[in-house]
């Protein structure tokens, strides 16, 4: 069966689920544990976080598990539970007609509510974690749910326990976000303010519809739209140096864009060291990096896996050659 995911790669698996509630997950898993208990199982979303090398010999579980429930109010804050299979920005767009807000920096993200709260999915300086307030799951292994608060999932930048110790052990059925009922814009991100104004809009008297379309239309602008052109959104993690390592690049590209980040380390955006190294628009075969913004790559056309993956290689090596800088990539090689 086909898999589909936004890189538009050829992937087939041995048999694909779709789920729409806990208790059709825990039903599909015992099926799964009994007749195809020697196979690997893979949980995922969109598929825009993926990058396929090939067919997967196993088991693909995808949710579509909806709902939107408003759990609590009050006077500044709501607390609502999502289903993990709504896709995020379609949550985004009805949370800001509720009047609930705090999402609108990450809008038109592609993906899943449960993808974005295991990827920790971030623009424009905020981060799914900001507002996420509990997530919950079922283990893959005996269906039994279990529950972590915001700082049991270990955020951090792209980061999440999800991805690292707890990586495909469990479903993420919901995700408990926090919303404000008082729109406060974040605007601290470089270009966003300005990006304000060259709209037409003034700041003081913005609305977070207004600043929904703001972001929209960079993103746009910047961004390949998967439906036209395969890719996963951006490619590599920003990399995150110590401060000495940073100072001792600045010296030499003092034009480097350059963030504060977690104690004495400094983030780096791997779009310019991508773009100094040459190969912002390039191509390796089939595959290439975006020419608008060379973090992304981009399927041509009938790209494998390989192919992707070759590019990727190649530019690791460039980068690291010049600048001393290990790239990571954020995309999952399956
Ligand atoms: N830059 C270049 N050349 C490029 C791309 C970027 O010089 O080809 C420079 C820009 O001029 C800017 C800096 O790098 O000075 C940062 O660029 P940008 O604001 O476009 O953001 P980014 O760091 O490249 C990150 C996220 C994006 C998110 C934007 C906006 C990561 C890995 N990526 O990109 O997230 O939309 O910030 O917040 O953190 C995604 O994860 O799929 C994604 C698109």
């Given at each position: 069966m086909k898999i589909d995911n936004t890189f538009g790669i050829e992937a087939q698996c041995r048999k694909l689920i779709t789920y729409d509630s806990e208790e059709a997950l825990r039903k599909a898993l015992a099926r799964i544990h009994k007749l195809y208990a020697d196979l690997p199982l893979l949980h995922i979303g969109c598929g825009s976080n993926l990058l396929f090398?090939?067919?997967?010999e196993g088991i693909v579980l995808k949710s579509d598990i909806k709902g939107i429930n408003l759990l609590q109010e009050d006077e500044s804050e709501v607390t609502v539970e999502v289903g993990a299979g709504e896709v995020c920005d379609d949550f985004i767009a009805k949370a800001i007609r509720r009047?609930?807000?705090?999402?609108?920096?990450?809008?038109?993200?592609?993906?899943q509510v449960g993808a974005a709260a295991v990827q920790n999915i971030g623009a424009y300086g905020v981060e799914a974690c900001d507002v996420i307030d509990e997530v919950k799951g079922i283990s893959l292994k005996d269906g039994a749910e279990h529950r972590w608060k915001r700082v049991e999932c270990k955020y951090a930048y792209r980061r999440s326990i999800f991805k690292e110790e707890l990586w495909g052990k469990y479903a993420i059925t919901q995700v408990t976000f926090r919303l404000s009922k008082h729109f406060e814009p974040k605007?601290?991100?470089?270009g966003l303010a300005k990006a304000i104004e060259q709209a037409g809009l003034s700041i003081s008297t913005l609305t977070a519809e207004q600043l929904r379309k703001v972001i929209i239309g960079i993103r746009h602008a910047k961004l390949p739209d998967p439906k036209e052109q395969g890719n996963a959104g951006s490619f590599f993690k920003n990399p995150v140096v110590p401060k000495e390592k940073a100072e001792q690049l600045l010296a030499l590209f003092p034009t480097m864009p350059h963030y504060p980040a977690e104690e004495g380390k400094v983030k780096l955006a791997a779009g310019w060291l991508i773009e100094q190294a040459g190969w912002?628009?390039?191509?390796l075969g089939p595959a290439a990096v975006h020419d608008r913004q060379a973090l992304v790559l981009v399927n041509?056309?009938?790209?494998?896996g390989q192919d992707i993956q070759r590019l990727c290689e190649a530019i690791k090596k460039d980068v690291n050659e010049r600048f001393g800088i290990a790239l990571e990539p954020e995309v999952n090689f399956i």
């Amino acid at each position: 069966m086909k898999i589909d995911n936004t890189f538009g790669i050829e992937a087939q698996c041995r048999k694909l689920i779709t789920y729409d509630s806990e208790e059709a997950l825990r039903k599909a898993l015992a099926r799964i544990h009994k007749l195809y208990a020697d196979l690997p199982l893979l949980h995922i979303g969109c598929g825009s976080n993926l990058l396929f090398l090939g067919n997967y010999e196993g088991i693909v579980l995808k949710s579509d598990i909806k709902g939107i429930n408003l759990l609590q109010e009050d006077e500044s804050e709501v607390t609502v539970e999502v289903g993990a299979g709504e896709v995020c920005d379609d949550f985004i767009a009805k949370a800001i007609r509720r009047g609930w807000y705090g999402m609108e920096n990450l809008s038109l993200i592609p993906g899943q509510v449960g993808a974005a709260a295991v990827q920790n999915i971030g623009a424009y300086g905020v981060e799914a974690c900001d507002v996420i307030d509990e997530v919950k799951g079922i283990s893959l292994k005996d269906g039994a749910e279990h529950r972590w608060k915001r700082v049991e999932c270990k955020y951090a930048y792209r980061r999440s326990i999800f991805k690292e110790e707890l990586w495909g052990k469990y479903a993420i059925t919901q995700v408990t976000f926090r919303l404000s009922k008082h729109f406060e814009p974040k605007l601290h991100y470089g270009g966003l303010a300005k990006a304000i104004e060259q709209a037409g809009l003034s700041i003081s008297t913005l609305t977070a519809e207004q600043l929904r379309k703001v972001i929209i239309g960079i993103r746009h602008a910047k961004l390949p739209d998967p439906k036209e052109q395969g890719n996963a959104g951006s490619f590599f993690k920003n990399p995150v140096v110590p401060k000495e390592k940073a100072e001792q690049l600045l010296a030499l590209f003092p034009t480097m864009p350059h963030y504060p980040a977690e104690e004495g380390k400094v983030k780096l955006a791997a779009g310019w060291l991508i773009e100094q190294a040459g190969w912002k628009g390039r191509s390796l075969g089939p595959a290439a990096v975006h020419d608008r913004q060379a973090l992304v790559l981009v399927n041509k056309g009938g790209a494998t896996g390989q192919d992707i993956q070759r590019l990727c290689e190649a530019i690791k090596k460039d980068v690291n050659e010049r600048f001393g800088i290990a790239l990571e990539p954020e995309v999952n090689f399956i």
